[in-house]
């Protein structure tokens, strides 16, 4: 059962354009979320999170948007610069347990 | 600094032996996790601990055991029972009381079978 999706694979952007990269989940227990950026042969790095009792948040060009009714989020890159290009983990979790779920990823390419 | 380090980076296993892999963690966070990283499949949780000699499974546990006899060690055993143990395996940590907090990765170890 996968609680967590990332239903895009892949997504390739010109340099300077948005990104927007989605995540579904389906647990409602899901009280907050958070985005990891990872290269090959590297481990996960985080980039920014969420709480379920905002539906925006904003670091730099980064911003997360969360849809609690719709049980989705999406990561916006503005503007996208070749540097962006790796894996992006969407990652749910809840206050009340420790389990931490990962969607399958997406791989960002960035065009210069 | 502080840090997780996970060891060996990378390790060949000959089919049927039992290898362990290595996480140790300096930043005195009380929850540790592994992680399998298959193309395609993303991340998937094996097992998790959020305090000293105390663990639970994750979502594929089959094939492995852990133990968390210290609050900076989580050792990893991939067994024989692991029908495909060839994968990326990541460790990572996160302050235990504040379970809205980020997780800390170590850099990886990959596993081949040969």
């Known amino acids: 059962d996968q609680q967590v999706k990332q239903n895009s694979p892949s997504l390739s952007v010109q340099e300077g354009r948005i990104s927007i990269l989605n995540c579904d989940y389906t647990?409602?227990?899901?009280?907050?979320f958070l985005w990891y950026k990872k290269y090959p042969a590297e481990g996960p790095t985080f980039l920014i999170s969420?709480?379920?009792?905002?539906d925006k948040n904003e670091d730099g060009r980064f911003t997360v948007f969360l849809n609690k009714s719709a049980k989705h989020l999406s990561l916006h890159i503005v503007p996208s610069q070749p540097g962006d290009s790796a894996v992006y983990f969407c990652?749910?979790?809840?206050?009340?347990?420790?389990?931490?779920?990962f969607g399958q990823g997406t791989i960002l390419t960035v065009h210069p | 600094d502080g840090g997780i380090t996970q060891s060996p980076k990378y390790l060949f296993r000959k089919e049927g032996q039992n290898v362990t892999l290595s996480c140790e963690q300096n930043?005195?966070?009380?929850?540790m996790y592994w992680y399998r990283q298959d193309p395609g499949q993303g991340l998937r949780l094996i097992y998790y601990s959020q305090i000293v000699n105390d663990f639970q499974k994750g979502d594929i546990a089959e094939g492995y055991s852990v133990s968390r006899e210290k609050k900076e060690s989580f050792p990893l055993t991939v067994t024989s029972a692991q029908k495909n143990p060839t994968a990326f395996y990541l460790c990572?940590?996160?302050?235990?009381?504040?379970?809205?907090?980020?997780?800390?990765f170590g850099e990886g170890s990959r596993l081949t079978v040969l």
């Open positions: 990652n749910a979790g809840g206050t009340s347990y420790g389990k931490l779920t």
């Open positions: 647990n409602s227990m899901f009280d907050y």
């Open positions: 990572a940590s996160r302050p235990g009381a504040d379970l809205s907090g980020e997780l800390f």
């Open positions: 930043l005195n966070h009380d929850a």
């Open positions: 969420i709480s379920s009792i905002k």
